[in-house]
């Protein structure tokens, strides 16, 4: 139609945004929204606070913006959005779909911990953080402002109750540290109590850290556990066409590439929990919990997502090797 923006014009991605309502409207019927009682106003200002989010330091083109919405976990952003806004419903199925996961997520990161708050401590101390309680009455303040969509809203709360256990630790023992330096016990500074702020200083060692212990664990695949890996991620070729090429049927290279990335990440999670990131183990880095392993994953997929290309780089043929001769 004429009045449709060119496919691949540069423009400010909220303004791109605002030119497709039709796809606004698409994805606002195909969320969970009217069940949680969230008008299409409601939705879009999520959707906005997303894309602003995405593209905080870049332009985009209308294709960018559209990979990028089909990434989106938009039934998630509509439930988190719904209970920022304090719909009823929302928080009514949240509690009761979510309260025994975050239990379950805490036990799990806290397992073995010494320090910090117990699982159901920690669980429910983010529960009240969700619901924006500020001494005892509920604000502006809630967490779920700063939910995106652009992971499942599981994933999301794991990594934040991953980070507050973390930071408790960290306080603990600069507490520790005080005590042993001015010999009074329970005296709590006023810089002490305060909550860390968002931003994760550690977050950018989490991501280098992860992007080591990939490299290590995809260096020691099997050669053909490497090329279904480069075949789907770097050549973007289909399950049918990988199929072919290893004499398999589709649901089969499905099925091989699923388990190629379940062991992947539990080696990756092994390299991490032991510190062993070179082959010859003389070069060990200090290991890092279920907890810090939890904010690695997640950091490095908001960050800095796997760019399989520059992993495995296309080899040239000696079509394109002639080429470079003649031009050169």
């Known amino acids: 139609m004429p009045n449709d923006p060119p496919l691949h014009r ?10 497709i309502p039709s796809r606004v409207d698409s994805l606002y019927v195909g969320s969970a929204s009217s069940t949680w009682q969230l008008s299409r106003s409601q939705f879009a200002t999520a959707l906005e606070r ?38 009823e419903p929302a928080w009514d199925h949240f509690v009761h779909s979510y309260r ?27 529960f009240a953080e969700l619901f924006g309680l500020v001494d005892g ?13 652009r992971s499942s809203l599981k994933t999301w709360l794991r990594t934040i109750l991953a ?18 330096e001015d010999g009074e016990e329970g005296k709590l500074l006023p810089t002490q109590i305060v909550s860390s702020p968002p931003p ?11 992007v080591l212990a990939l490299n290590h664990c995809l260096a020691g695949l099997a050669p053909g556990d ?20 290893f004499g398999e049927h589709e649901s089969s290279a499905s099925r091989h590439l699923e388990r190629v990335r379940r062991e992947l990440r539990a080696k990756v999670e092994d390299c991490l929990r032991t510190g062993r990131h070179l082959s010859d183990g003389s070069h060990n880095t200090p290991p890092l919990s279920d907890a810090e392993i939890t904010l690695c994953f997640q950091y490095s997929a908001e960050d800095s997502p796997i760019d399989f290309r520059q992993i495995f780089p296309e080899k040239p043929t000696a079509k394109t090797e002639a080429g470079r001769k003649e031009s050169s």
């Open 50 to 87: 997303s894309v602003a989010k995405r593209f905080a330091d870049c332009t985009a083109d209308q294709a960018k913006l559209e990979d990028y919405l089909e990434t989106l976990h938009i039934d998630d952003l509509a439930l988190a959005t719904a209970c920022l806004e304090g719909s």
């Open 137 to 149: 009455k509920r604000g502006e303040a809630s967490l779920f402002r700063y939910f995106h969509g």
């Open 100 to 126: 025994g996961y975050l239990r379950a997520a805490a036990g799990s990161i806290t397992k073995g911990g010494r320090s910090g708050m117990d699982a159901e401590e920690l669980a429910d101390s983010l």
């Open 200 to 210: 994760d200083p550690h977050r950018n060692r989490y991501v280098r850290r992860f």
């Open 226 to 245: 490497r090329k279904r890996l480069e075949l789907y991620y770097a050549r973007e070729k289909t399950l049918a066409e990988i199929g072919r090429l």
């Open 10 to 19: 540069r423009s400010d991605p909220l303004t791109l945004l605002r030119e």
């Open 163 to 180: 980070q507050r256990h973390i930071d408790g630790i960290r306080r603990s023992r600069r507490l520790e540290s005080l005590e042993r």
